[in-house]
């Protein structure tokens, strides 16, 4: 379906949870995040309506993500049931990676195509320091946990501050260039000012082609990652959620006062 500025919209963002069992520097304050209540979450039958309704609109792409969207319960059931909707061909995930080693192999069974892992530098002492209570080596478990599962091609998202050029980002793309892997470069973004780039090595951030939904755990259906607009599925139905969604999507994306990175997903 196009939106008013005659992009396709076939890529919808799942946010299947807020919760993280990472605290990474620029995605969680030092304080904290309020967490929503459990109640609020939608439940996989929900988020398998909307999906359902989704594909019925053109949609073919769908990403699962957080929080750490490995921390819910169920997930690989999840994945199953999102595996079997006619018209998503491309079922993806965006991960940290900490607990892929783990879950690699049936998510793959259940479905998955791909996914995407978080690693910002290949340093063990940066790492938990970015992280807070990480340890890389599980994220390079997990990356090779993936490989042997066939979740491919595995895109590895490094976190800059401005320059690929940065000794973290640099280790992080021989390490990448060696294992066969991808490398897309993030610089730090700000919802609240508004602050972000286009994705080097990938097509994130670049508003006129923007072709995405997102939709948070708690169900609201959202047009655009740096705009306040959401609107509830379970207020609106799904159907009005998601055509308003797309009917009033902006042009380019703002400032986002109302969110955070734990509860929308990158």
Do not use: W
């Not at 620029?26 to 909307?50: D, Q």
């Not at 530098?121 to 946990?145: K, W």
Request: glycine share 10%.
């Amino acid at each position: 379906m196009l939106d008013s500025y005659s992009r396709n919209i076939n890529y919808l963002r799942i946010s299947v949870t807020d919760r993280c069992n990472l605290r990474c520097n620029y995605c969680m304050p030092p304080e904290g995040v309020e967490l929503i209540h459990h109640k609020e979450i939608l439940s996989f039958e929900e988020i398998r309506e909307i999906v359902s309704y989704c594909a019925e609109l053109g949609v073919n792409k769908v990403r699962i993500t957080g929080g750490e969207p490995l921390v819910r319960r169920g997930i690989v059931d999840l994945v199953k049931m999102l595996s079997e909707i006619k018209g998503i061909d491309d079922l993806s995930m965006t991960t940290n990676g900490a607990l892929l080693d783990q879950f690699a192999v049936p998510l793959a069974a259940a479905g998955l195509k791909r996914v995407n892992i978080s690693l910002d530098t290949l340093n063990p002492g940066n790492y938990r320091h970015i992280t807070g209570v990480g340890d890389i080596r599980n994220v390079l478990a997990g990356i090779e946990a993936a490989v042997e599962a066939g979740l491919t091609p595995i895109k590895i998202n490094c976190v800059i501050k401005s320059s690929r050029d940065e000794p973290d980002a640099r280790e992080v793309e021989a390490f990448c260039i060696e294992k066969g892997l991808q490398v897309r470069f993030i610089k730090e973004m700000n919802l609240k000012t508004g602050a972000f780039s286009t994705v080097i090595g990938g097509d994130g951030g670049n508003c006129k082609s923007c072709n995405r939904l997102r939709l948070t755990a708690n169900g609201k259906i959202k047009p655009c990652l740096f705009s306040d607009l959401e609107f509830d599925v379970r207020e609106l139905g799904i159907e009005q959620a998601i055509l308003r969604a797309i009917g009033r999507k902006p042009e380019s994306g703002t400032e986002n006062k109302i969110n955070s990175f734990s509860n929308i997903g990158g």
